[in-house]
């Protein structure tokens, strides 16, 4: 199945249209992120068919040449957020492996969905489209994905993201929870917690490809 294929309901429905114009309405009034021709970069870079995981972000970065359509994800060049560096430090506490390529982008071409449960935000205002209505459009990809698909390892970070683990059907697939990369919460459990190795635990447990961090 394609993303077009699943999501060719939801899309034709007056709610999506709605939402699509008011989004447009947005981008037109004021400076928003990612670029236009970025919004749905996730799905772009991972079909439907390859999704081993899932990584579920709140919504974009909100300052200048940040966000790019993945969640966590910056445009290469430009400096690592704080919640960024911390994934890439248990990256290395966890696998030895030493990143600094920001850009998301080769996971996302490996089957890791990084998908922002808001796909869109107003400059410098973080969370301003949260009432937009995106997050009825990404809960349907979640559900779909939790009921067309087997072993997919959903990774939830931090409390907003572990709302979702009721769209996903857990005798189907893998969840794995933790505290936010943050510098908020990152002690809390986030350093520790093993993610990157316990993923491909996972994928290996199911005869599935490890994901090259």
Avoid at 62 to 78: I, K, P, W
Avoid at 88 to 96: G, P, Y
Wanted: hydrophobic share 35%.
């Amino acid at each position: 199945m394609t993303w077009d294929e699943i999501l060719k309901p939801i899309k034709e429905s007056d709610y999506f249209k709605n939402l699509w114009q008011n989004v447009n309405l947005e981008y037109a009034s004021s400076k928003c992120f990612p670029p236009k021709d970025q919004i749905f970069r996730a799905l772009e870079l991972t079909p439907f068919d390859e999704v081993k995981v899932v990584i579920i972000g709140q919504d974009p970065y909100h300052n200048d040449n940040q966000a790019n359509g993945l969640c966590f994800s910056v445009t290469e060049g430009v400096k690592a957020p704080p919640s960024l560096k911390n994934i890439f430090t248990e990256l290395k506490n966890d696998l030895n492996i030493d990143r600094s390529k920001t850009e998301l982008d080769d996971w996302g071409k490996q089957g890791v969905l990084l998908l922002n449960a808001t796909l869109t935000v107003k400059a410098h205002e973080p969370n301003s489209h949260k009432d937009l209505g995106w997050e009825k459009f990404t809960n349907f990809i979640i559900e779909k994905i939790s009921e067309e698909k087997e072993n997919v390892v959903f990774v939830l970070w931090g409390a907003f993201a572990q709302k979702k683990a009721g769209l996903i059907n857990p005798a189907k697939h893998f969840i794995l929870q933790s505290a936010h990369p943050s510098p908020f919460s990152v002690h809390r459990g986030f350093y520790g917690s093993k993610v990157f190795s316990k993923i491909n635990e996972c994928l290996t447990s199911k005869q599935k490809s490890a994901i090259d961090w």
